[in-house]
């Protein structure tokens, strides 16, 4: 029925799937909180959480289908090119970063 899993009782995904992926889906939703992009997502789950990298990649896939608007928003605000006066300029790493005093 449930496994243990670092201290903490998780669904399995042969005995109650759709507990299994609402549970992979709110996972999701608290790396989206967390401002990850899908591959920073799959790790953290695969590492922490033991969810295999292609159910957290399918469940991302429907929740992106789902809800297209957010995801663009989303995919936008993460992006590393940032709109400034009618164009896009690209923002260096902040080890690339000239300190200013």
Request: glycine content about 0%; hydrophobic content about 35%; overall charge positive.
């Given at each position: 029925m449930y496994y243990h899993n670092h201290h903490h009782v998780l669904p399995c995904l042969h005995c109650h799937?759709?507990?299994?992926i609402r549970l992979v889906q709110h996972l999701i939703e608290r790396c989206l909180l967390l401002?990850?992009?899908?591959?920073?997502?799959?790790?953290?789950?695969a590492k922490y959480a033991s969810i295999r990298p292609c159910v957290t990649v399918t469940v991302w896939r429907e929740l992106q289908?789902?809800?297209?608007?957010?995801?663009?928003?989303?995919?936008?605000?993460?992006?590393p090119f940032r709109p400034f006066m009618g164009r896009y300029i690209q923002r260096k790493p902040r080890s690339e970063r000239k300190k200013q005093f």
């Amino acid at each position: 029925m449930y496994y243990h899993n670092h201290h903490h009782v998780l669904p399995c995904l042969h005995c109650h799937p759709h507990s299994y992926i609402r549970l992979v889906q709110h996972l999701i939703e608290r790396c989206l909180l967390l401002h990850m992009n899908r591959q920073q997502c799959v790790k953290a789950l695969a590492k922490y959480a033991s969810i295999r990298p292609c159910v957290t990649v399918t469940v991302w896939r429907e929740l992106q289908k789902e809800n297209r608007d957010f995801f663009q928003a989303y995919f936008h605000a993460l992006s590393p090119f940032r709109p400034f006066m009618g164009r896009y300029i690209q923002r260096k790493p902040r080890s690339e970063r000239k300190k200013q005093f």
